[in-house]
């Protein structure tokens, strides 16, 4: 039961132009989600959060758009540049801290000089 | 300095044998979190401790468990390795449970490969 959903496994763009990753969820009960980055051989690392209050949370060249109609979310990177590339990891939880994280798969993230 | 570190970074073993991974943060976190990425790349969380106290326990079976000697560690060991045991295992902390996973910072993971 996947109540974290990124239905891309892999994206490539171009340096310099926009990088649009989607994250669908299932689960009404969700309130916070996050992106998480993760390069091979490490942990994950925590990279920009939006609560259901909000519909837009920006933070340098990062920005997350939550529709919570459509239990969808985006994290769209601008300017693509290739320390970018990596997987970028989806995460949703209820308001309470001890809710664990629903983690989506991952999507690839190429971005070609 | 890590702030996250775990120990083995990779892990071989047969199948029966009982093995542990180590984690240990220099945050000053109260809150550690124990998760595994299976084969299909999910990230599951397993286990969470605050304060040395466990908070959450997914399901995990019980030849996994996790020791708290203290704040700053958290330990993982695991009785009768299984092939399915296979895996990525991921130690993480946050400032406390009001924070939640807001900001988790993830060690780098240890693989571990059951044969």
């Known amino acids: 039961d996947q109540q974290v959903k990124q239905n891309s496994p892999s994206l490539s763009v171009q340096e310099g132009r926009i990088s649009i990753l989607n994250c669908d969820y299932t689960n009404s009960m969700f309130d916070y989600f996050l992106w998480y980055k993760k390069y091979p051989a490490e942990g994950p690392t925590f990279l920009i959060s939006?609560?259901?209050?909000?519909d837009k949370n920006e933070d340098g060249r990062f920005t997350v758009f939550l529709n919570k109609s459509a239990k969808h979310l985006s994290l769209h990177i601008v300017p693509s540049q290739p320390g970018d590339s990596a997987v970028y990891f989806c995460?949703?939880?209820?308001?309470?801290?001890?809710?664990?994280?629903?983690f989506g798969k991952g999507t690839r993230l190429s971005v070609i000089a | 300095d890590t702030a996250v570190s775990q120990t083995p970074k990779y892990l071989v073993t047969q199948m029966g044998n009982d093995k542990s991974i180590k984690c240990e943060q220099n945050l000053g976190h109260d809150t550690m979190y124990w998760y595994k990425q299976d084969s299909k790349k999910f990230l599951k969380i397993m286990f969470s401790?605050?304060?040395?106290?466990?908070?959450i326990n997914e399901t995990v079976p019980n030849r996994f468990s996790p020791k708290s000697p203290d704040k700053a560690h958290l330990n993982l060991h695991i009785n009768s390795l299984e092939l399915g045991d296979s895996a990525v295992y991921f130690c993480a902390s946050s400032q406390d449970l009001s924070q939640g996973m807001r900001k988790a910072f993830f060690g780098q993971g240890t693989r571990l490969t059951v044969v």
């Open positions: 939006i609560s259901s209050i909000k």
């Open positions: 995460a949703a939880r209820g308001l309470s801290g001890n809710t664990p994280l629903v």
């Open positions: 401790y605050n304060n040395k106290e466990l908070i």
